[in-house]
């Protein structure tokens, strides 16, 4: 297999302590003021207001501390000049504000403009809310005042656009901090942040909209990103066209095996998913019961039956690839089909009831892909954690970046963390984030269809790492395709012929 090219122009991500480093960078090397940069991300503010909600005249502004507050000011101060009618509430008093934000305040107070006091009115009189509340930096929880006014900005029914991030959402994981606001849109400068893609923060941040605020590129040269989003302009262009003379036994043979007694359903979708992102060959090993059903429903799958779990190396020796781990459970069998897979030398999958059964002892290898979901995870690295009780799905939720690189060191390979913003991550390489796919993919099948979807990419010669980031950016936009009807009602079976389209693009 080839490696894996390198986008030469990824989207960058960062941490919230690397984007004050970039604005550090900016003002003590480049000696850009800090006011003026304030000024800029403002100017870009009010720009999106007016773009988007040409008819608003009302405006409220809420500021409180920081230079997030100093944003708001400065935003206040153009949306007078630009005539609108703007109102302003702060849940700081201003003689705290600090530094550019207290400049910010200085220039919009020496307008003769005063503060308002809040009330729900105020709230309901205005056309659009701008969140200038908490920015990057807040490290405790939301309470009090601030969690009071933060839900009567979300129970409001009215647009909100948040400054750099909505108040109350973490930077760096996407976790809320008690109470965050629900904006329509995040106009965020600088550097795009990482945990703005994944977790609660899908349903928090509305539109993502970027203005690095001009900055130069020599800025973005002293600082590492810490992650990337994962391109489908790029990628696309990393399918192999076939060959006119292409015959099915150089297209790889993916072998699928699960289906533990009564369970086909899950096998199926995998190997329909293998079929229809171009493998030449697809043999199903499962319960000798699921044949009939199996090549009734897609006779252009092979099938072996297994009685007891094994499987002779004879048969796996002819894989180019091995899926295993849908519709498994804790059984003797499931196990033994595990032992007979792991046993072999070529490329896995490792998905579904598989990853409840791997052990420590099976582990690290650079041969396989591992996908589990929030719970999975949890189960695979549960003897990390001394008190094993609190490692569950919510704490691998909060923590998703640091999850998948435990897993990542554990295990080895490449990892894919699943779930809303899908993380990804190979050996020597930074986390990549997708930012594709909907919440109405939350449904029975979609992780077989992606466990097929990688196994026939690696099948076909992809290495691992790029075979997995083009099946989650593949498996998420057909899902998103899929969904153009509606969310609600998504099957996993709906996404064939888009990833079929998708394979041909």
């Known amino acids: 297999m080839k490696s894996t090219p390198v986008n030469p122009d990824p989207i960058k991500l960062y941490s919230a302590e690397a984007t004050r480093n970039l604005d550090a960078i900016a003002i003590n090397e480049f000696k850009i003021p800090g006011y003026e940069l304030m000024k800029r991300a403002g100017k870009a503010t009010i720009n999106h207001l007016q773009n988007t909600y040409p008819l608003a005249k009302e405006i409220l502004i809420c500021c409180g501390a920081g230079n997030n507050a100093g944003d708001g000011y400065v935003i206040a101060k153009l949306a007078k000049l630009a ?9 700081v008093e201003t003689g705290k504000l600090k530094g550019d934000a207290k400049l910010a305040w200085q220039d919009w107070n020496s307008q003769g403009q005063q503060l308002s006091r809040f009330s729900d009115k105020l709230l309901q009189k205005s056309d659009v809310i701008v969140d200038a509340l ?68 899908v349903d928090y941040c509305g539109e993502i909209l970027f203005d690095n605020l001009s900055l130069p590129s020599g800025v973005y040269k002293r600082q590492d990103e810490q992650a990337h989003l994962l391109d489908w302009e790029y990628l696309k262009r990393q399918i192999k066209v076939r060959k006119s003379s292409s015959h099915k036994h150089q297209l790889g043979h993916v072998f699928i095996l699960g289906g533990d007694k009564g369970m086909p359903g899950a096998i199926r979708m995998a190997a329909e998913a293998a079929l ?46 091995i899926v ?11 196990q033994n089909l595990l032992s007979s897979a792991l046993e072999s030398s070529a490329p896995k999958v490792i998905d579904a009831g598989a990853l409840r059964l791997l052990s420590v002892e099976d582990g690290p290898r650079n041969d396989w892909v591992l996908t589990p979901h929030a719970g999975e995870a949890a189960a695979l690295l549960i003897d990390h954690n001394a008190e094993k009780e609190s490692l569950n799905a919510s704490a ?22 699943k779930g809303a913003g899908s993380l990804l991550l190979s050996p020597d390489q930074l986390i990549q984030l997708c930012p594709y796919g909907n919440p109405g993919m939350a449904s029975a099948g979609m992780g077989d269809v992606l466990s097929g979807l990688v196994g026939s990419l690696i099948a076909q010669g ?24 509606g969310q609600t009602g998504l099957l996993a079976s709906d996404l064939f012929p888009h990833i079929r389209q998708l394979m041909n693009t």
Request: neutral net charge; proline residues 3%.
């Open 83 to 91: 005539g609108l009618n703007v109102k302003v509430i702060s849940l």
């Open 134 to 201: 908490l920015g990057t930096g807040l490290k405790r929880q939301v309470e009090g005042e601030w969690a009071s006014l933060i839900k009567a900005i979300n129970s409001s029914g009215k647009p909100v656009i948040s400054v750099d991030i909505p108040s109350g959402l973490c930077p760096d994981t996407g976790a809320i901090a008690a109470h965050a606001v629900k904006a329509n849109s995040t106009m965020t400068f600088i550097a795009l942040k990482k945990g703005m893609f994944t977790h609660l923060a």
């Open 276 to 321: 229809r992102s171009g493998a030449g060959l697809v043999t199903v090993v499962s319960h000798k019961e699921h044949v009939g059903v199996l090549l009734a429903g897609r006779p252009e799958l092979m099938l072996s039956a297994s009685d007891d779990g094994h499987v002779s190396p004879d048969l796996l020796s002819k894989a180019s690839s």
């Open 324 to 334: 295993i781990g849908p519709g498994l459970t804790d059984s003797l069998w499931s």
């Open 396 to 417: 691998i939720q909060e923590s998703r970046f640091t999850s998948i690189e435990m897993l990542q060191l554990k295990y080895g390979g490449q990892i894919i963390l």
């Open 462 to 485: 992809y290495e691992l790492s790029l075979a997995s980031s083009l099946a989650v950016c593949i498996h998420s936009m057909a899902g998103d395709m899929a969904a153009a009807d």
